[in-house]
Every structure is written in C-alpha cells, then in structure tokens.
C-alpha cells in the first residue's frame, strides 16, 4: 500500500527506569492494543490510537491503521496538520479550491441556461463547459484521494463546500461529504437520493462524485449499446413520493469508458443522477450515465 498519512508512522512510548523512551512503529507491528497516551504522531505529541486490521462488508481487507482522537488534531508545525497539507494540495497544478474565511471551496461550473428545457431525455447530450467541468473532475480525483488519507477528519468535512448553479441560476452550496463519497456511506447515500428524488429534473441538484466498487467485470446492457456496473447496498428507499420500498443499487452506463475498470477497483465517477425502478428486479436504481473520459477515474 502507498505511504499515506492515515497509514503513517508512529511513535510507540514506553517507561524505562532510565526515563520515557520511543521507537518508530508502523501500524501493522502492533500486537497489543497500546495504553492511550503511549501512541503518539512522529512528528508532534497529538495521541494517536491504533485500529486494528479488520474485514468489512464487502470482504475487503482494511490494513491495520492509525486514527486521530476526535477532535484531536496535529500540531501548527507538524508536516501532517491538516491545514499544511491542505495548502500543499492547493498549492498543486490542477487543483481549484478556492479559500474564503478559514473554509476552502471547490467551485462547479455552472449549468449552461439555455438548456435548461431538453435535459432529461438527451442523457448524451454535450455540455458546452466540458473543460472546466474536467478540471473539477480533476480536483475532486486529487481531493477524494487526499481525503482517503483522512476518513476520520470531521474538520475538513465541515471547511471543503461544494457551490453549483444550476440552469435557473439557483446556487447550491453543499458540504464535500455530500458531494463526493463512497456508495457504502448510508448517511450521504440516503441524504443524496432524497434529494435526487425531490428535484424535477436532473441539473437543478449538484452531480455528485460517487466512489463506487466494482463488484464485477462490466456486464453488456440488454441492448449491447453499453456496460453497466451495479454496485448493491443495504439501504431501502421509496421511489419518488411512493411509499413502498425498495433496495437501492447504484449503476454506471458507459458505451466505452469501462474498459479499466475491473472486479476489486474502487472508481470515482462524476455526474448527475437519475432514480428509476428496474422493473426486472424491483429495485430503485441510481443511474450514472458515463459519456466523457473525465467523468470516471480509478481510484
Ligand atoms: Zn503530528
């Protein structure tokens, strides 16, 4: 696994009679669970505790790794705080944040207006700003793969906003954990699909940037126009203003751009959702159509 900062070293203290002494750990050494106040960040005093190694849900292994106490934070000066890595990342080619009163924003483009009329049957349709939509697609790689780092940072989740407007020029400012994270987040899932379910069309909501797991190799749609990845989840949800409920799943389309993305890969895509009921199986289906290379990176 790549060095990340989730994954770092870390300082192991132990009593001598000789006096308080350390030796560098990685995560995957520790046996015993250390007593708090024993596990420190290599670079500053801030308390660190160790999660063990564990299987989830979907029978991925997650390597034992290091966590931040609530609330905790590292130090003004140490090379991990995150506010230092942050303006590292700001600092970076492709990277559009902008920084406002101690929060920082990731600004989408706007929805052309004048199409606001033919949206929802031309799923295909080109968007006029394609550049700068692929630039933000760029940054949110760059921010999604930074935040894995981070899963355990409240800070942040509450510093990074999303602003979109959307074809009635009606602006939409949302946190990052609404606008980007992985489909197995109940909380965001849940909060994404009510508000994909109550907007009449497509673009009057922000897109979301969905972290999918490709539990299998792209099938053939039925008509072999395109591939599909359906990704399944344990949430229930009622179609629209209906009341029965459904299993949610989650599906990209693309004609040509899943090719890379095969069993095991954890995938960003970018794009505006539309809800149906797959009458076949009787489940609700969120359905990502994938028309541009920018809309979908492997994580
Ligand atoms: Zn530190």
């Known amino acids: 696994m790549a060095p990340t900062a989730k994954y770092q070293r870390a300082r192991l203290w132990e009593d001598f009679p000789t006096g308080r002494r350390s030796i560098e750990v990685r995560p995957g050494d520790i046996v015993d669970r250390p007593k708090r106040g024993d ?8 308390l660190l505790t160790w999660v063990i190694a564990s299987v989830n849900q ?30 590292g990342l700001r600092a970076k080619k492709d990277v559009e944040i902008d920084a406002r009163e101690k929060k920082y924003f990731l600004r989408l483009p706007g929805e052309p207006i004048e199409q606001a009329v033919q949206r929802t049957k031309d799923t295909t349709r080109k968007r006029t700003n394609a550049p700068s939509w692929a630039s933000t697609f760029a940054s949110a790689v760059r921010i999604a793969k930074f935040m894995h780092q ?12 999303i602003e979109y407007r959307n074809a009635k020029g009606d602006l939409d400012v949302m946190f990052w954990r609404d606008f980007c994270f992985d489909v197995g987040n ?41 591939h599909r990845l359906t990704t399944y989840t344990d949430v229930k949800v009622p ?20 090719a890379k993305i095969h069993t095991g890969d954890r995938f960003l895509v970018l794009a505006h959702g539309k809800d149906w ?9 969120i359905r990502f159509d994938v028309d541009h290379a920018w809309q979908i990176a492997k994580l």
């Open 39 to 46: 596990l420190t960040c290599l670079h500053c005093p801030v």
């Open 58 to 87: 979907k029978g991925t292994e997650i390597p034992a790794h290091l966590r931040l106490f609530r609330r905790a934070a590292h130090a003004d000066n140490c090379p991990l705080n995150f506010r230092t890595l942050m303006d």
């Open 150 to 161: 981070f899963d355990d940072d409240q800070e942040f989740a509450n510093q990074l906003r």
């Open 186 to 226: 109940e909380t965001a899932l849940r909060r994404y699909y009510r508000r994909l379910s109550s907007a009449s069309y497509q673009t009057q909501i922000s897109p979301v940037a969905m972290i999918l797991l490709a539990e299998h190799e792209p099938f053939e749609t039925a008509n072999g126009a395109k």
């Open 239 to 258: 179609l629209r203003s209906r009341d029965d409920e459904h299993e949610l799943v989650v599906t990209a389309y693309s004609e040509d751009r899943l």
């Open 277 to 285: 009921l797959r009458n076949y199986d009787d489940r609700v289906e």
